[in-house]
């Protein structure tokens, strides 16, 4: 009877430490929002934008930012297009009110 309520230490239920301005980002892109991005000739991102799903830019995400969050496997790209949040990347973010 004690493996029924014994609680698996390793799994993700607990959230990941985040910074305020990444959470804003992960949330914006959680609803639909993307980042945008443009590359140099070498194939490294020289400048992005992050934009919500109704079109506003973001002014908060930055580089340094993204390339947080990209580290994290929080956001990927698939085939060039814009960069969007992962599963794991909904599972890290806080939940927060929509001020619609």
């Not at 590359?39 to 799903?53: A, E, Q, W, Y």
């Not at 506003?56 to 990927?76: G, S």
């Not at 990347?89 to 929509?98: E, L, M």
Request: charged content about 30%.
């Amino acid at each position: 009877m004690q493996g029924a309520f014994s609680a698996d230490i390793n799994s993700r239920d607990t959230p990941l430490n985040i910074s305020k301005h990444e959470q804003r980002v992960l949330h914006v892109l959680a609803q639909g929002g993307a980042i945008h991005f443009e590359r140099l000739s070498n194939g490294k991102i020289r400048d992005i934008r992050c934009f919500t799903r109704d079109g506003h830019v973001l002014a908060d995400c930055d580089l340094r930012l993204f390339d947080r969050l990209k580290k994290r496997r929080f956001i990927k790209s698939v085939n060039g297009h814009p960069y969007r949040v992962t599963r794991l990347g909904i599972g890290s973010v806080n939940a927060q009110h929509d001020n619609r």
